[in-house]
């Protein structure tokens, strides 16, 4: 035999909004849509600004969400500094929350990591706006997400992987020809 149990308005009430809450973190917890490129706007150290809409047709594509003071960040292009030829398929966007009137922590970066010789290399800050920050849901740098020729997502990393793993990931979305 089942029990009916019944409940006061007010506890009615509070086990609806406890369900709603539940339903709300739930989806505050489910991991954002990251499939395509992120329509981002950035200044370059040279003061002049570079959009998605700049990004060269049928090129892989290679974002880094970085910090220019991050040391994970100036490990992970230590490492990869031996390696640039094995990116030079793919377009490398390395974008920084840096404030606009800290430019000179972008071009600090540029110059250590010489940078300016890549030309597939693009260096700049979102500032303020923290939209490709919020895009990925950025917790920690750097964070790195490789497109294929479409713009289509081949993986994401929440952080620093090998270079190995690096080159192997920007290699398959080179050979994407869907």
Do not use: W
């Not at 809450?21 to 600004?49: M, N, R, W």
């Amino acid at each position: 035999m089942i029990k009916t149990v019944h409940l006061s308005p007010m506890k009615k009430l509070a086990l609806i909004l406890s369900l709603i809450i539940v339903a709300g973190c739930t989806q505050a917890q489910t991991k954002p849509d990251i499939e395509h490129i992120p329509h981002f706007k950035i200044l370059k150290a040279d003061s002049t600004y570079f959009s998605y809409t700049d990004l060269k047709k049928d090129k892989p594509v290679m974002i880094i969400y970085f910090s220019p003071d991050c040391g994970h960040c100036q490990h992970m292009m230590y490492e990869m500094k031996p390696k640039m030829k094995e990116f030079s398929n793919a377009q490398i966007v390395m974008i920084t929350f840096t404030e606009y009137s800290m430019l000179k922590m972008i071009k600090d970066f540029n110059r250590d990591f010489d940078l300016a010789k890549y030309h597939n290399f693009i260096v700049g800050t979102e500032g303020h706006t923290q939209f490709v920050q919020k895009y990925y849901q950025v917790t920690s740098t750097p964070y790195i997400a490789v497109y294929d020729n479409k713009g289509t997502l081949v993986k994401a990393f929440e952080k620093a992987p090998t270079i190995s793993n690096l080159i192997a990931t920007v290699k398959k979305a080179s050979a994407k020809k869907a």
